[in-house]
C-alpha cells in the first residue's frame, strides 16, 4: 500500500469522523427522543394494562356465567330481580332483591322540579348500597346476590341469601313513621368461613345526586357530603370543588345532602377511621349536582350472635323535622343531624339557631304567606335595631351641625405637616361638646351579623320552597324577568327582577350614607371622601354579579331591608331639628369649657404622637 492510498484512507476517515460529528444529534435532541421513548414506554404499559384490566373482567364474567357450583352463594348469582316498596305517608322506599338494596327513594308532598307532587330523591343504578363480608376461601359481595323476600309488610322486609352450606345472609328493613329506617346485616351458620380474625366488614356506598331545584349553580353550592366525627363535631368536604378524604377518627355517620334534601347512613358500632369520602362534581346540564362516593367499614360478628345495625334518614333538611326523627334513633346517640340545615358559622348559627328560627316558626304558625312571613321578619328586625340605628343618625348629625365650627377653629392648621395637630385639636373640640366620632360605628356593626345570619337561614328554609308571592312563583329560587338560554360568564342565562331591585336599594341606600357622611366631614376627610365616594356605588354592581341566580326570597329580603333602612333614615333626617340640636351641643361646650373631661383614650394617643413628631422634628433641625 503506498503513500497516496494512505492518505486517501485518512482523508475518507477524517470525512467520516467530520460528517458523524456534525451530524450527531444536540443534547435538546437527545433528551427529546429520551422522552419520546418514556412516552413510547408508558404508553405501551397503560395499554398492557388496559388489555389485563379487560382480560380480568372477562374472566370475572365468564365465571360468573359459568357459576362455578362449588361457590358458597352457587344458588344466589342467578335469579329474577323483585321490587318491594315500603311506604308510609311521607317517604316510599323501594328495594330490589338484586343486592338487597335501596333503588328509589320518593320523598311525598314536596313538588319536583317537573311540577309533580312528589320528589324521586335517587333512582335506578343512581344509588348504589354494597356490603362485602371477606372469607377465608371467597368474598360475599350482597351487590353480586338475588335476595328471596320473605315477611313482607307495607314497613317492613328481610331480604335472605342461602348458602351451599345451609347458612344464608339476611338484610331486613323496617321502616318507621317518618323518614328513618332501620337496617340490619347478620349472617347465620356462616362462623366457618369466615377467618378468627374478621371483626369488620366494607360498606361501599354512593349517589349520583340529583338536580332537584331550577337553579342549577346555586343548588351546587349547598350540595355537599357531610360526615359526623364520633368524638367530635360536624364537617363536611369542599362543596366547590373535587374533594377526596380519608379520614383519621371514627364516625357516627356520614350523609350525602343537597340544598333541601339529604340521604344520612347512621351506624350503631360507629364506621371505622379509615373511611374514604369522595364528592366529584358534574356538568351543568347534566341533570346531576355531586357524585358521591364513601367506602367504610363498621363492626361484624361472623357468628351471627350480632347483627350489624345502621339507620337511614332520607327526607327534608327541615331542622325542626329533623330533630323529631332524631328521637326516634334506636342507637342513643347525640346525632346533631340538624347540622345538615345550612344556618351558617358558628356566631351566624347561634343567631339562626335560637333567634331567627323561633321568629320564623311563630310567624308561619299563623298560616301566613311566605313573603309576609319575610317582610314581617323584616319589620321586626328593624323594630329591634332602631334604637341602635337612631343612635348612629343622631351621632352623625351631631357631627353635621358642627362642621361649620370645626371648620373655623382648624382653619389654620391646613398645612400636611399641621394633620396631626388638627386631629388633635378636633378630639378636643368632640370632647368639649360632648360628641364621640366613633359613637355611630358600633350600632352599625352589631346589624352586619344579622344581614351575614339571614344570608344563610333564608337559601335553606325548606318552607320557601315552591311558595309563590306577588311576580316570584317560587322563593326558593331566582326570579327571571328574562332568561336567554346561553350561559354568560358573571351573569348566567338570566335576569333575576329581585336582584336588579336589591342592587337599586343598595344604590338609593348607598347615596344616603354618603350624603350624611360629606355633611358631616372636615377639611381633608371631605377630599379623601370624594375619592372613596366611587368605590360605595361599586358595590351594588358587584353584588348583582354575586345575587343574580341567588333565590328570589334572599333578594327580596335584601331588598325591603334596604328599602326600610333608607325609609328611616329620610325620616330621621326629615324629623331632626339642626338648630335645637346646636343649642343642645352648645350649651354642653359651654358646660365642658370650664370643667373640661377627662381627655378620651383616642385624644391622648393622638397628643402624644403630636410630641413625638415635634421632638422628631425638633431633632432634624438640631442636626442641619
Known amino acids: 500500500m503506498n503513500r497516496d492510498t494512505l492518505i486517501g484512507f485518512a482523508l475518507i476517515a477524517l470525512v467520516l469522523i467530520g460528517f458523524s460529528w456534525w451530524n450527531q444529534p444536540s443534547a435538546e435532541d437527545i433528551e427529546a427522543a429520551r422522552l419520546e421513548d418514556s412516552i413510547a414506554a408508558v404508553q405501551k404499559d397503560i395499554e398492557q394494562t ?14 360468573l356465567a359459568k357459576s362455578d357450583s362449588t361457590q358458597l352463594f352457587f344458588s344466589a348469582l342467578t335469579g329474577t330481580a323483585q321490587q318491594i316498596v315500603l311506604s308510609n305517608d311521607k317517604l316510599e322506599l323501594t328495594l330490589d332483591s338484586k343486592g338487597a338494596m335501596p333503588r328509589k327513594a320518593v320523598i311525598r308532598n314536596y313538588k319536583s322540579i317537573d311540577g309533580t307532587d312528589n320528589v324521586t330523591l335517587f333512582d335506578g343504578d343512581d344509588h348504589q348500597l354494597n356490603f362485602l363480608l371477606a372469607g377465608k376461601q371467597e368474598n360475599i359481595i350482597t351487590a353480586d346476590l338475588y335476595f328471596t323476600p320473605r315477611d313482607v309488610t307495607d314497613s317492613t322486609v328481610t331480604f335472605v341469601a342461602n348458602a351451599s352450606n345451609g347458612g344464608e345472609i339476611a338484610l331486613r328493613y323496617r321502616l318507621g313513621k317518618d323518614y328513618m329506617a332501620g337496617l340490619s346485616v347478620e349472617t347465620r351458620g356462616l362462623a366457618g368461613i369466615f ?139 347525640d346525632l346533631d343531624l340538624e347540622q345538615l340545615v345550612n344556618l351558617g358559622w358558628w ?94 360605628c358600633l350600632p352599625m356593626l352589631i346589624q352586619m351579623p344579622i344581614w351575614l345570619a339571614m344570608f344563610f337561614f333564608v337559601p335553606n328554609a325548606i318552607q320557601l320552597r315552591g311558595q309563590s308571592f306577588l311576580w316570584m312563583s317560587d322563593l326558593s329560587t331566582y326570579d327571571p324577568i328574562v332568561e336567554w338560554g346561553t350561559n354568560i360568564w358573571g351573569i348566567g342565562d338570566h335576569l333575576s327582577l329581585t336582584c336588579i331591585l336589591f342592587c337599586v336599594a343598595q344604590l338609593v341606600y348607598t347615596w344616603f350614607t354618603t350624603q350624611q357622611q360629606k355633611d358631616q366631614m372636615v377639611g381633608q376627610q371631605a377630599e379623601q371622601m370624594k375619592m372613596m365616594q366611587w368605590m360605595t356605588y361599586v ?75 415635634e421632638e422628631l422634628q425638633r431633632q432634624r433641625n438640631n442636626r442641619r
Open 50 to 63: 388496559r388489555k389485563q384490566d379487560a382480560e380480568a373482567r372477562q374472566a370475572l364474567a365468564d365465571s
Open 347 to 440: 356566631l351566624l348559627r347561634w343567631i339562626n339557631r335560637w333567634f331567627t328560627l323561633y321568629v320564623f316558626d311563630w310567624l308561619t304558625g299563623f298560616g301566613l304567606n311566605m313573603g309576609i312571613v319575610l317582610i314581617l321578619i323584616t319589620l321586626l328586625l328593624k323594630a329591634i335595631t332602631f334604637p341602635m340605628v337612631k343612635k348612629s343618625y343622631m351621632s352623625s348629625a351631631k357631627m353635621r351641625v358642627l362642621k361649620p365650627k370645626f371648620e373655623e377653629a382648624t382653619k389654620h392648621l391646613d398645612k400636611p405637616e399641621d394633620q396631626m395637630k388638627k386631629q388633635q385639636e378636633m378630639m378636643s373640640l368632640y370632647a368639649k361638646y360632648g360628641v364621640s366620632p366613633l359613637s355611630g
Open 195 to 333: 377467618a378468627p380474625t374478621t371483626k369488620e366488614m366494607a360498606i361501599l356506598w354512593s349517589d349520583h345526586c340529583r338536580q332537584q331545584e331550577k337553579g342549577f349553580s346555586f343548588e351546587a353550592r349547598y350540595t355537599g357530603l357531610f360526615y359526623k366525627e364520633t368524638n367530635g363535631g360536624t364537617n363536611n368536604l369542599s362543596e366547590t370543588s373535587d374533594k377526596q378524604k380519608q379520614m383519621e377518627e371514627r364516625l357516627d355517620w356520614v350523609a350525602f345532602r343537597n340544598q333541601f334534601f339529604s340521604i344520612a347512613l347512621i351506624s350503631r358500632d360507629d364506621f371505622a377511621a379509615n373511611a374514604t369520602l369522595s364528592s366529584i362534581q358534574q356538568e351543568k346540564g347534566s341533570g346531576y349536582l355531586k357524585q358521591f362516593d364513601a367506602q367504610l367499614a363498621t363492626t361484624f360478628d361472623p357468628t351471627g350472635v350480632k347483627s350489624s345495625d345502621f339507620e337511614l334518614y332520607i327526607g327534608p333538611n327541615d331542622f325542626r323535622l329533623i330533630q323529631d326523627v332524631e328521637q326516634q334513633s334506636q342507637f342513643g346517640k
Open 539 to 613: 358595590m351594588p354592581l358587584m353584588f348583582f354579579f354575586i345575587f343574580n341566580d341567588y333565590s328570589s326570597g334572599l333578594n327580596f329580603y335584601y331588598f325591603v331591608s334596604l328599602f326600610m333602612s333608607a325609609a328611616i333614615m329620610w325620616t330621621l333626617r326629615k324629623t331632626t331639628n339642626d338648630e335645637k340640636l346646636l343649642a343642645i351641643l352648645e350649651a354642653n361646650y359651654q358646660a365642658n369649657k370650664n370643667n373640661p373631661k377627662k381627655q378620651s383614650s383616642l385624644a391622648a394617643r393622638l397628643e402624644a404622637m403630636q410630641k413625638q413628631a
